[in-house]
């Protein structure tokens, strides 16, 4: 069983930054990809960020240059670092993990993190 442990978020003014953490269960290389989404109060979960097993990455349009995705291998962890922090990215922030498979794909998923950004 895989589990996922985020950390860091917390209450930041506008205009600031956090870094997010995910530690990983086991070998993070081991998944084809892992990504932070993030769900606001009253809205569906999206997509924050995705980081494959290439070391490739993708952010959604509103983070670009904002939001960093990044891992360490060698402590299993995931980051997302967050800078110029605006309130609407107030949310909380999941960690995912995806195995590909022929059928059903395995998706993993942190308890979560709350991000508060006050203006």
């Known amino acids: 069983q895989v589990q996922l442990v985020e950390s860091g978020g917390g209450l930041v003014q506008a205009g600031g930054s956090l870094r997010l953490s995910c530690a990983a269960s086991?070998?993070?290389?081991?998944?084809?990809?892992m990504g932070w989404y993030r769900q606001a109060p009253g809205k569906q979960r999206e997509l924050v960020a995705r980081i494959n097993s290439d070391g490739s990455s993708a952010y959604a349009d509103s983070m670009k240059g904002r939001f960093t995705i990044s891992r360490d291998g060698a402590k299993n962890t995931m980051y997302l670092q967050m800078d110029s922090l605006q309130p609407e990215d107030t949310a909380v922030y999941y960690c995912?993990?995806?195995?590909?498979?022929?059928?059903?794909?395995?998706?993993?998923w942190g308890q979560g993190t709350q991000v508060t950004v006050s203006s």
């Open positions: 086991r070998n993070i290389f081991s998944f084809h990809n």
């Open positions: 995912n993990a995806q195995i590909i498979r022929a059928i059903v794909d395995d998706n993993y």
